[in-house]
């Protein structure tokens, strides 16, 4: 009893995670378990799982991050851009990779160097990043089929799990981790106690800048096209994914890899299973926020300090 | 947790009131015919455009025992995706697929996986690279089309030789949201190239509405506003407002009900409609494919119908299109459909859908309709 | 305060949005485009596109002063308009019972939001997500999804000058006041100060934020009017970007009047603040040059302006430091 107390919080989201499937799996009389809606849920769910993790980074220094969508969606442009214009659909990879870290070497440099608040860098990456995207969007890019074959699952899945796996390591496991986390819980201490702040902050925002690339290539792979909305409304996907999987969007000692995983799962099973509910697509969004706040409402970790939350 | 219980009944009762404003779905007319259910895509659930698609539809459907299911996507090709595989999981018998874009490799993939039927409708898919291969997919049931860039390009060059249009803006989405959207912009450019007129400024934006107060504040004295989407919610109001009214040519796609207004006081000059006609033969196509009867020409290539959008340039044309088409009554009824549907008559061809479709015009459907 | 510091903060203050006139005004003419920006006209337009942006910053402002951040604003507006044009064209109403009816229902819609905030005590961005979700439902509901009409100067006065210069001069200098010279207002700066200090000198935050959000509801409820006014009619939209891109295209109106209040109170800074994005979208429209531009020159301005406005200190010291270095230099003289 002792150690379910204390283990409370961790549980919770994971209850939410088991509340949806179980609300969900009923309501849609187990289509939700059938191996072909599986295989769509992990396909639906690869892009924002990998996106959410990153970004759980930025938010666990208190960064904040408007840009990640545009971010993604400048990566697929332009790596279709030059794929169309010069061939080689190999190079997509390393264009994803390469475009996505110099927006957040970037932003991560203006956030720390010239002490902008994050939420108006990322304001402005998103600004510039979805500019660029429809400055070079002449309409969709249709991609080389060959670039599809990135779309294998034991690839993908192995990808994933190197990802998930090395970002559980970093975040909870290393000293870059453990001082990313101490910087969202009190930078004052943080910088007292010798922690490189910029250092670590541009540090995670170049993470996450690789795990978006690697999302984004994945993603071409999937669609097999680019167009201009690509990765339009990620950062309000990520966020609800970070809140739902019970992490603090302040970011702190208790970040975790494991919220934005769990996060991103409600969200996806959601999204797929009121499908298959047979519910009127009217009432889709409608139901997707009231269980939203539902499990925000038993899940979030308030402070008992008698303040209002911020 | 007293006012968790607070929290969680004031959610419920919101989203409980909400539910009882959305109204009951269309109950299908009870036919000895077999049931099915269609995903439809649309970029949009709520606008003229889409909401005359899914009255069109929905009126065959409640004929033919078909219910709908409606998802966003058609501009985000990992949105449409997901709406394919959502609605494969859900059990749907056949999509519907508004602006296919280029992912019609991965959409045939995924219906060939489900064992359900796809037909696209508004924007055809034949310029993609491999549609050699997948028009000959069993689960590909057809499109049907219009071609966007020729009649964006006759409003182009009507504007310039009938009105004597020099000078002219564009206002839409940006390029690259929808393969339809963009030819109607292509077209018009190259009807400004080829006539000598000028292009002034591209308004595209998905602050549509702003991009257009723009156009029309910096450039007063421009001669005609092409808009590749509806645009009596963008262009109308800062030309009233600025008194341009009548002197400023402007076009809209898809218009609603508002146009009729816009077409009596010459602030509107052209409306384009029938993307709705479209659907229904798109859907008479799906059906066929549903019900075991795919049509395919004599390569058993999917069927591919082009059709003739209806172009309004006076308010009389325009209280027709509303009366005849958009409005109360559909531009095919369900009689008239019915000899293209195998279960109810054997000897449908495509050859006839094909001719019947091709004879759209407002004064075929006036016809039809006692006009 | 002496006459030079005011001097020198109303041109810290105005060099943005002169600098940015002068400059479209200059290229147009020297590239020849056949617009014309500078014309009356078309600053009429750019100060109307300005005002409505500025109400939505204000109201936004309310609780972002506080920290708190609301998603849902653009489609509370949108909400509103929904419900409140067939009442009006129904009933054959007039803009003043719009304008009425506008701020009514905006206020209760945020009052809803601050009821579940301060009942579930969830920071208020999380709840604007969820119900964002939930308005983005009601959208398609209302009318069937057929959004918003009204057209006809009967309905629409608040869309054109004069009554939008009126209507929002008396909201600006309402805001003013309330801001600036209430108790209210004294007790949301200090709440945005210092939340744990306010609280414990007596600041009843409860109150203050549902007062807030009331104020917020008003403002955006003008908001909505002027919207619906201007547009005539509204589509009902079930796409993030209409609903979400109302919200960012006045968030640099906000940041950048956060940055200014330093110079000039918030509330000038505000509209100075969405008079210079909206000019700076129309000049690149002037120019000749694609709307895609507009994205980047309003990302790229407001990163210059927020990097050499927080940056001023260390620009000085820069200058200052190669003054020194430069041999025979007046300081070195000194």
């Not at chain 2, 606008?47 to 058609?74: C, H, P, Q, R």
């Not at chain 3, 414990?200 to 403002?219: A, D, H, M, P, S």
């Not at chain 3, 940055?259 to 690149?284: E, H, P, Q, W």
Request: overall charge neutral; hydrophobic content about 50%; proline content about 3%.
């Amino acid at each position: 009893m002792q150690v379910i107390k204390k283990n409370l919080s961790v549980l919770i989201p994971f209850l939410g995670l088991i509340l949806v499937i179980a609300l969900i799996g009923i309501a849609s009389e187990g289509s939700l378990f059938r191996a072909t809606n599986l295989n769509n849920i992990l396909d639906q769910i690869y892009t924002i799982i990998i996106l959410a993790v990153a970004c759980s980074f930025i938010y666990a220094h208190g960064g904040f991050d408007l840009a990640v969508g545009a971010v993604f969606g400048l990566s697929m442009m332009l790596s279709g851009y030059i794929i169309l214009n010069m061939g080689g659909s190999w190079i997509a990879l390393p264009i994803c990779l390469a475009v996505s870290l110099v927006c957040y070497l970037v932003t991560g440099l203006v956030t720390v160097k010239l002490q902008i608040p994050p939420f108006i860098t990322t304001l402005c990456v998103q600004f510039l990043c979805r500019g660029a995207v429809t400055m070079i969007s002449k309409g969709n890019i249709t991609l080389p089929a060959e670039i599809g074959v990135a779309n294998n699952w034991t690839l993908k899945i192995i990808v994933l799990l190197i990802l998930l796996v090395a970002s559980y390591i970093l975040m909870h496991h290393t000293v870059f981790g453990r001082n990313n986390a101490a910087i969202g819980e009190n930078p004052t201490a943080a910088r007292q106690s010798g922690i490189h702040i910029s250092r670590v902050q541009i540090m995670a925002y170049l993470f996450a800048a690789l795990l978006i690339g690697i999302a984004a290539f994945f993603a071409m792979a999937r669609t097999r096209t680019v167009a201009t909305l690509a990765g339009a409304g990620y950062e309000l996907d990520v966020i609800v994914a970070i809140v739902l999987g019970g992490m603090a969007l302040g970011g702190g000692m208790k970040s975790s890899v494991k919220a934005p995983i769990i996060g991103a799962l409600i969200v996806v099973i959601l999204s797929n299973g009121l499908v298959l509910t047979g519910i009127n697509y009217r009432l889709t969004d409608l139901v997707v926020g009231t269980i939203f706040i539902l499990v925000v409402v038993i899940t979030y970790k308030r402070d008992r300090n008698g303040l209002l939350p911020r | 947790m007293k006012k968790k219980l607070v929290a969680i009944i004031l959610v419920l009762a919101l989203s409980l009131g909400l539910t009882a404003c959305a109204g009951g779905s269309t109950t299908p007319e009870k036919v000895e015919l077999p049931q099915y259910k269609v995903g439809v895509i649309l970029y949009n659930l709520s606008n003229d455009w889409a909401l005359n698609i899914m009255k069109s539809i929905e009126y065959l459907g409640s004929n033919l025992n078909v219910t709908f299911d409606y998802a966003v996507g058609g501009t985000d090709p990992e949105q449409t995706i997901t709406a394919a595989q959502n609605f494969g999981a859900a059990g749907i018998d056949g999509i519907i697929n508004l602006h296919p874009g280029m992912i019609m490799p991965t959409l045939i993939e995924i219906c060939e996986q489900y064992e359900m039927y796809i037909v696209t409708s508004n924007d055809p898919a034949n310029a993609h690279p491999e549609y050699g291969t997948f028009s000959k997919s069993k689960f590909f049931a057809g499109e049907v089309w219009e071609d966007d860039f020729a009649m964006a390009y006759t409003i182009a060059e009507d504007m310039i030789k009938t009105h004597g249009a020099k000078t002219f803006a564009l206002t839409g989405f940006p390029f690259g949201l929808a393969d339809q959207m963009d030819k109607r912009l292509n077209g018009a450019k190259k009807a400004i190239e080829d006539n000598g007129a000028t292009l002034l400024a591209e308004g595209l934006s998905f602050d549509k509405a702003s991009a257009a107060a723009n156009i029309v504040s910096q450039y007063p004295d421009i001669d005609a506003i092409f808009s590749s989407v509806e645009s009596i919610s963008t262009v109308y109001q800062p030309l009233v407002n600025a008194g341009l009214g009548d002197k400023v040519l402007l076009n809209c796609y898809d218009p609603g009900e508002g146009a009729l207004e816009a077409m009596e006081e010459g602030v509107v000059n052209y409306a384009v409609e029938g993307t709705l006609a479209d659907s229904m033969i798109a859907f008479v196509l799906l059906y066929n494919a549903m019900s075991g009867n795919r049509m395919t020409d004599a390569d058993g290539n999917a069927a591919s119908i082009e059709m003739e959008y209806v172009l309004a340039k006076s308010h009389e044309d325009f209280v027709n299109i509303q009366k005849y088409i958009t409005g109360d009554s559909a531009p095919f009824t369900i009689d008239e459909l019915k000899p293209f549907i195998k279960v109810l008559n054997k000897d449908a061809k495509l050859e006839g859908l094909t001719e019947f479709a091709q004879g759209f015009s407002l004064e075929s459907v006036m016809a039809r309709h006692g006009g | 305060m002496n006459i030079k510091r005011i001097y020198s903060n109303i041109w810290k203050t105005l060099v943005w949005p002169v600098a940015i006139f002068v400059f479209f005004l200059v290229m147009t003419r020297l590239l020849q485009t056949e617009s014309t920006f500078g014309s009356w006209a078309s600053m009429d337009s750019i100060v109307n596109q300005a005002l409505l942006t500025a109400m939505m910053a204000l109201a936004m402002s309310c609780n972002m002063i506080n920290g708190r951040w609301d998603f849902s604003m653009g489609i509370i507006m949108m909400v509103t308009s929904f419900i409140a044009s067939p009442i009006i064209r129904n009933n054959q109403l007039n803009s003043w019972a719009l304008l009425v009816l506008c701020v009514v229902i905006c206020t209760i819609l945020c009052l809803i939001n601050c009821l579940l905030y301060l009942v579930i005590k969830v920071p208020t961005l999380v709840i604007s997500i969820g119900m964002l979700l939930i308005y983005e439902s009601l959208v398609m509901i209302i009318n069937n999804g057929g959004g918003a009409r009204l057209s006809g100067m009967r309905y629409t006065q608040f869309g054109r000058a004069p009554q939008i210069y009126i209507l929002c001069a008396v909201m600006f200098v309402a805001f003013y006041i309330i801001y600036s010279h209430t108790r209210f207002g004294y007790n949301v700066r200090s709440l945005g100060n210092n939340q744990l200090i306010a609280t414990n000198i007596g600041v009843n935050e409860k109150r203050n934020t549902i007062l807030c959000y009331v104020l917020c509801g008003v403002f955006l409820g003008v908001a909505s009017c002027i919207n619906v006014s201007m547009k005539g009619t509204i589509e009902a939209s079930s796409t993030f970007n209409n609903n979400m891109g109302m919200m960012f295209t006045a968030f640099p109106a906000v940041f950048i009047a956060l940055y200014l209040s330093r110079y000039v109170n918030f509330t000038v800074g505000v509209f100075i603040g969405a008079f210079c994005i909206k000019m700076l979208t129309a000049g690149i429209l002037a120019l000749g040059l694609p709307s895609e531009i507009q994205d980047i020159g309003v990302g790229l301005f407001l990163f210059l302006f927020i990097a050499l406005t927080t940056n001023q200190g260390r620009f000085s010291d820069w200058r200052l430091r190669r003054l020194k270095a430069r041999p025979g230099s007046a300081l070195d003289k000194a």
